[in-house]
Nanobody, 111 residues
Framework: QVQLVESGGGLVQPGGSLRLSCAASGIMLSIRTMYWFRQPPGKQREWVAFLNTSGYTKYVESVKGRFTISRDNTKNTLYLQMNNLKPEDTAVYYC?????WGQGTQVTVSS
């Protein structure tokens, strides 16, 4: 049974940083293309970043230069390092691969 569990969200001031984690079980992240999505309050879920098996990454324009997606194969965990956070980054963040989604972790950027 595949399980993805996100953690690391919280309340942070504008300009601050957070690192989200997505711990996987029942699946090897090293052989999967992995995604981070987010859903701002009252809005649709949107794609944020992806990382393929070759290490290629891509980001939505609004987070380029601020967010970094990475993976630790030894821990079977996906990460999203988020720097210089802005209020518009406030959302529930989800990791995803194939048809599998985590439960999400809340990120709130506010002073």
């Amino acid at each position: 049974q595949v399980q993805l569990v996100e953690s690391g969200g919280g309340l942070v001031q504008p300009g601050g940083s957070l690192r989200l984690s997505c711990a996987a079980s029942g699946i090897m992240l090293s052989i999967r293309t992995m995604y981070w999505f987010r859903q701002p309050p009252g809005k649709q879920r949107e794609w944020v970043a992806f990382l393929n098996t070759s290490g290629y990454t891509k980001y939505v324009e609004s987070v380029k230069g601020r967010f970094t997606i990475s993976r630790d194969n030894t821990k079977n965990t996906l990460y999203l390092q988020m720097n210089n956070l802005k209020p518009e980054d406030t959302a529930v963040y989800y990791c995803q691969t194939g048809s599998n989604w985590g439960q999400g972790t809340q990120v709130t950027v506010s002073s």
